[in-house]
C-alpha cells in the first residue's frame, strides 16, 4: 500500500488549463504504474491517464490530446497536467496507484465553468 496526496483541484472556465499533483508516500519506480481516474456527480468512476514505472503513458479517448501526465521521480510526484479544458472534464479526480490495487487518493474537485 501508499498513501497518495492530490492537489491542484479548483475553479477554471472552459478552455482554461489545471495542473493537478499526486504526491506518494515511497518511490513510484517501485510502483508498476500511477495514474488518475475521475468521478463526476451520478457516473461511475472513470480512467483518465496512467504512466508505467518505465515511462509509458496511456489515456483515455476523451482526454487525449488535452491532457498530459507526468512524473518527477526525484518528488514521488505524479501530475496530469489539463488544457483545452471542458465542462465535462468537471469531476473528482483521484490519484491511483496499480489502478487502485495498492492505493487511492482522497481526491481533488476539479469544476469547469462554461
Known amino acids: 500500500q501508499v498513501q497518495l496526496v492530490e492537489s491542484g483541484g479548483g475553479l477554471v472556465q472552459a478552455g482554461g488549463s489545471l495542473r493537478l499533483s499526486c504526491a506518494a508516500s515511497r518511490s513510484i519506480l517501485s510502483i508498476n504504474n500511477m495514474g488518475w481516474f475521475r468521478q463526476a456527480p451520478g457516473k461511475q468512476r472513470e480512467f483518465v491517464a496512467a504512466?508505467?514505472?518505465?515511462?509509458?503513458?496511456n489515456y483515455a479517448d476523451s482526454v487525449k490530446g488535452r491532457f498530459t501526465i507526468s512524473r518527477d521521480t526525484a518528488k514521488n510526484t505524479v501530475y496530469l497536467q489539463m488544457n483545452s479544458l471542458k465542462t465535462e472534464d468537471t469531476a473528482v479526480y483521484y490519484c491511483?496507484?496499480?489502478?487502485?490495487?495498492?492505493?487511492w487518493g482522497r481526491g481533488t474537485q476539479v469544476t469547469v465553468s462554461s
Open positions: 491511483s496507484a496499480n489502478n487502485g490495487l495498492v492505493g
Open positions: 504512466i508505467t514505472n518505465g515511462g509509458t503513458t
